[in-house]
């Protein structure tokens, strides 16, 4: 450890700190889009339809083509 000289503790806390950040903002997204997507099954159940007539299953079919 001795390689990064004499900030070896302060390199390392900041490599720490920045991936778990970043962790924490991948993991917010996943969860974000989780519930939109509940959500937006929930509104078309109950009838709700959106503007461009497509529900969220066509979206998926075509997306993945």
């Known amino acids: 450890m001795s390689a990064l000289g004499p900030y070896t503790v302060f390199i390392t806390t ?7 950040v970043v ?3 991948i993991a917010a997204v996943m969860i974000d889009y989780r519930r ?3 959500e937006l099954r ?6 709700v339809t959106r503007r461009s007539g497509k529900t969220a299953a066509d979206k998926t079919a075509s997306e993945s083509l």
Do not use: M
Not at 14 to 20: G, H, I, K, T
């Open 14 to 20: 900041s490599y720490a700190l920045v991936a778990l």
């Open 23 to 25: 962790g924490g903002l």
């Open 36 to 38: 939109q997507q509940a």
């Open 42 to 47: 929930r509104l078309e159940a109950s009838g």
